[in-house]
C-alpha cells in the first residue's frame, strides 16, 4: 500500500467518525478549560491532598521501573520501608500517571497528574453522551448531558478543592460501567458483557467507595427499571449478562479487593471509619447549600472560606433544574414524547437514584446508625453527589428534549454549552499553593494525607529488648491533627497503654531518651514512671537531655499484660501537658530470643533490587530477632532465608509501625523479602485472568463455533 493509499484511508475514516471526534475535541476544549485553577506547570495548587496525589505518581513511576506490575507498595514512602499504599488505596490511576511521568512529562509528576485529570473528564462526559443519546435519540441532548456532567460541581470540588485525585478518577470511570451494564442488559452481548468487566474492574481498583455505592446505586436503578417492565418487557434471563459482568470484574480485580476485605480491618483507617458515623459529615451538606446557585461555604467564618478551602458541595442548578423539569412532565404532561416512550422506566429509575442521593446527602436523620457499618465507609455524606451527577445529567439530557422537542439544532447546543459552563464556573476556585515541582520531585512523600492510613497496628503481642515501644494507643486514628503526635513521637502523658507482660526469666529495663521543652516548665518538675498504678521510678527534669533507664520488678505484675503510664508532677507556663520528645523508648534485659536486631542497624545492611529487598545479617547468640526495615502485613509478604521460603515472618514494633521480624539461628544470614499480597486471591485473579483472555480471544479462532442461542458479534 503506496503512502497515497494510506492517506486517503486515513481520510476516510476520519471522515466516518467525524462527529465522534468532534465530540471528543469539544470535550477536550471543556475539560482544559476547567482545569484553568491548575493552569501553572511550576505551582503546584496546595489544597488538601493534591501535593500528596502528585508525590504517589512519582513514586508510581519508581514502582514501575522497579517493575511491579500491578503497583503495590510506595518505593519512598514511610522511610522506604514498602509502605503498601496502592495495595490497599488505588492502583489504576497512580498506575497511568505513572507511565504519563515517564513516558510523556518525563520531568513533571504535576503535569501528568493533570493528564490523567483531563482523559477522566473526557471520557466521563463523552459516555454520558453515549447513553444520553440512547435514551433520547438526540445527539445535541447527549451533548449538553455530557457537559453537564463534566462541569458538575461536586466533580470540581473533588479535582480542586479536595485534591480527591482518585474519586475523580472514579467519576470519569462509572458512566462507562452505567453504560455497559445497561447494554449487558438489553443485547446480552458477549462483547458488552466482556467490557462491562473490565470497566467495573477499573472502577474497583481506582476508588472502593464509589465502586460499592455505585453498586448500589445501578442496582436501585435496576430495581426501579424490573418494576417498570415487569409485565411488558422483562425476563429473568436478561439479569444474567450484567451479573455476569459484575462477578467477572470482581473476580479479576480479586487481587486487589481480597486484602481491601480482609485485611483491612486491621489497618489504621478502618478504625477510623468504624467510630465516625457519616451523619455526623451533613453540616458540608446543609440544604440551602446543596441548592444553592453559586458556591458558598456551609458555615460563616471571619474570612468567608470554607474550613477546607473552595469545598462548597451542590447540586448545581442545570441538574437540580433538569430533575425538576423531568418531574413536572412525568407527573403533569399528558404524555412524553415518542422518542422517550421507550427509555421511559430509566427516566422513572433516574429520578429515584437522583433523589435517594440528594436525601443522603443531605442526611437530615440519622438513618446510619441502623444500617451495616460497613456502609460508613462512606464517611461523608457528600460522596452521594457523584450519583447525583451521573442520575442528574442523564436526566438533563431528556429535560433538553422535554422542553424543546424536536426543535433541538445547533442553535440550542452552543447556547446551552455556554450556560452550563458559565453555570459552573463558580466552582473553580482562585489557585493557591506555593510548593513548586521541583520541590516535591526531591522529596515525593504523601506525608499526612495516606502514609499513615494503610499501616497494619495490631496490638503487640511480644515485648521484645531493642525495639522501640509503640507511643500510641493500638485504637489509635490517623487525622490531619494526629500527624505531628505520630512523626515527632512526643511522650504522652497521664494516658496509660497497654504493653504484653514479660517472661519471669527476663529482667526488663526501661531505658528513655528525649527532649524537654523545659523553657515551658514553671518551676521544678518531675518525671515519674508507673506501672499498673504503681509508681517505680521517677527523673528530675532539669535538662533539655532527658536520659535514664528504670529496672523493672523481677516478674510481671500480671500473667498477660501491664499498663504503663508516665506522670509529670509540676506545673507547666500554659497549663498544657509537657512537651517530651522520645528519641528511644526500648528495654533491655530481655532473653535473646525476645531481643532484636533493630532496624537502625539492620537497614545498612538491605539494599532493594527490583521489587525484592536483599538483606546479609549476622545473628549473635545476644539478640535472636532480626528486625527488618519492611512493614509487616500477614500474609503478604513472601521471605526467603538462605534460599529457602520461610513462613516464619512476625511483626516487632518500631515506635508505632510494625515491621517484619524474623528468628534466626546464630551466624550470616542472606535474606530476600518480597510484597506479593494475598497468594491466594492472586491465583483467584490470575485464573480469572485466563479465562478472561480466553473468553476475548475464543470466537476469532478458526474452528470455533458459537451455540445457537448466541448470535455471533
Known amino acids: 500500500m503506496t503512502i497515497k493509499d494510506l492517506v486517503k484511508s486515513l481520510n476516510e475514516q476520519l471522515y466516518k467518525h467525524r462527529l465522534i471526534l468532534g465530540i471528543i475535541l469539544l470535550y477536550s476544549l471543556i475539560a482544559l478549560s476547567l482545569m484553568a485553577p491548575m493552569a501553572s506547570s511550576n505551582i503546584i495548587v496546595s489544597i488538601n491532598d493534591t501535593p500528596s496525589h502528585v508525590g504517589y505518581i512519582a513514586q508510581a513511576r519508581t514502582a514501575i521501573i522497579e517493575g511491579q506490575f500491578p503497583l503495590r507498595v510506595a518505593p519512598a514512602e514511610d522511610n522506604g520501608w514498602r509502605y503498601p499504599g496502592f495495595q490497599f488505596y488505588s492502583q489504576l490511576p497512580y498506575f497511568i500517571g505513572g507511565w504519563f511521568y515517564k513516558l510523556v512529562t518525563p520531568t513533571n509528576p504535576y503535569e501528568a497528574y493533570k493528564l490523567v485529570i483531563i482523559l477522566a473528564l473526557i471520557i466521563g462526559g463523552l459516555y454520558i453522551y453515549r447513553l444520553s443519546f440512547q435514551f433520547t435519540q438526540s445527539r445535541v441532548a447527549g451533548i449538553l448531558a455530557g457537559v453537564a456532567y463534566m462541569s458538575a460541581p461536586y466533580f470540581l470540588n473533588n479535582i480542586h478543592a479536595r485534591g480527591a485525585f482518585t474519586e475523580a478518577i472514579a467519576q470519569g470511570i462509572l458512566p462507562i460501567v452505567i453504560y455497559y451494564v445497561i447494554q449487558c442488559y438489553l443485547t446480552g452481548k458477549r462483547r458488552y458483557l466482556i467490557l462491562s468487566a473490565i470497566s467495573w474492574f477499573c472502577l474497583g481498583i481506582t476508588h472502593i467507595i464509589t465502586f460499592v455505592y455505585g453498586t448500589l446505586f445501578l442496582a ?8 417498570q417492565t415487569r409485565k411488558t418487557d422483562f425476563t429473568w434471563s436478561r439479569l444474567i449478562p450484567p451479573l455476569q459482568g459484575y462477578g467477572l470484574g470482581w473476580l479479576l480485580g480479586f487481587y486487589f479487593l481480597a486484602p481491601v476485605v480482609f485485611i483491612s480491618p486491621y489497618l489504621s483507617i478502618r478504625k477510623q471509619i468504624k467510630v465516625i458515623n457519616p451523619f455526623g459529615t451533613n453540616t458540608y451538606t446543609p440544604l440551602a447549600n446543596l441548592l444553592a446557585p453559586t458556591s458558598l461555604p456551609a458555615e460563616p467564618s471571619q474570612t468567608g472560606l470554607a474550613a477546607t478551602y473552595g469545598l462548597h458541595p451542590a447540586v448545581g442548578w442545570i441538574l437540580l433544574g433538569a430533575w425538576g423539569v423531568v418531574m413536572y412532565y412525568y407527573y403533569c404532561s399528558p404524555s412524553l414524547p415518542p422518542k422517550l416512550q421507550q427509555s421511559r422506566p430509566y427516566m422513572i429509575g433516574l429520578l429515584w437514584v437522583f433523589m435517594v442521593a440528594l436525601f443522603l446527602t443531605w442526611s437530615p436523620i440519622d438513618i446510619w446508625s441502623i444500617l451495616p457499618r460497613q456502609l460508613w465507609v462512606t464517611q461523608f455524606t457528600f460522596r452521594f453527589l457523584t450519583h447525583v451527577m451521573w442520575a442528574g445529567a442523564l436526566l438533563t439530557a431528556y429535560a433538553t428534549v422535554l422542553i424543546f422537542r424536536r426543535r433541538l439544532d445547533r442553535r440550542h447546543l452552543i ?65 490531619y491533627s494526629t500527624w505531628n503526635t505520630f512523626v515527632n513521637r512526643p511522650l504522652l502523658l497521664e494516658a496509660e497503654l497497654p504493653y504484653p507482660a514479660w517472661e519471669e526469666d527476663e529482667k526488663p529495663v526501661l531505658f528513655i531518651e528525649g527532649e ?102 549476622t545473628v549473635t547468640e545476644e539478640a535472636q530477632v532480626v528486625q527488618l526495615p519492611i512493614l509487616y502485613y500477614p500474609d503478604m509478604l513472601k521471605v526467603w532465608i538462605d534460599g529457602q521460603r520461610s513462613q516464619r515472618p512476625f511483626a516487632v514494633n518500631h515506635h508505632d509501625y510494625n515491621l517484619t521480624g524474623l528468628t534466626l539461628e546464630p551466624g550470616t544470614h542472606n535474606i530476600r523479602v518480597t510484597f506479593h499480597g494475598l497468594a491466594w486471591a492472586n491465583w483467584i485473579s490470575g485464573l480469572a485472568w485466563l479465562g478472561f483472555i480466553a473468553m476475548i480471544i475464543m470466537p476469532k479462532l478458526p474452528n470455533f463455533k458459537p451455540s445457537r442461542r448466541e448470535t455471533p458479534d
Open 220 to 227: 436501585l436503578l435496576a430495581l426501579v427499571v424490573v418494576i
Open 516 to 617: 524537654v521543652a523545659l523553657e515551658n516548665i514553671a518551676n521544678t518538675a518531675t518525671l515519674e514512671v508507673h506501672i499498673d498504678g504503681q509508681v517505680i521510678g521517677s527523673f528530675p527534669l532539669i535538662s533539655r537531655q532527658l536520659k535514664g533507664e528504670v529496672p523493672f520488678p523481677q516478674r510481671p505484675p500480671s500473667p498477660n499484660d501491664f499498663g504503663l503510664k508516665f506522670v509529670v508532677n509540676g506545673a507547666t507556663r500554659d497549663g498544657q501537658p509537657l512537651n517530651i520528645r522520645v528519641n528511644r523508648l526500648s528495654f533491655e534485659g530481655m532473653s535473646p530470643k525476645h531481643t532484636v536486631i533493630p532496624v537502625s542497624q539492620t537497614q545498612d545492611q538491605c539494599q532493594q533490587q527490583g521489587i525484592s529487598t536483599l538483606c546479609e545479617i
Open 415 to 479: 447556547i446551552g454549552i455556554l450556560v452550563i459552563v458559565l453555570a459552573s464556573r463558580p466552582w473553580l476556585p482562585a489557585p493557591r499553593g506555593t510548593l513548586t515541582v521541583d520541590k516535591l520531585i526531591e522529596e515525593p512523600l504523601f506525608r499526612y494525607s495516606g502514609a499513615l492510613d494503610y499501616l497494619y497496628r495490631t496490638p503487640i503481642r511480644t515485648l521484645y529488648g531493642n525495639a522501640q515501644l509503640p507511643l500510641l494507643h493500638p485504637d489509635w486514628i490517623p487525622g
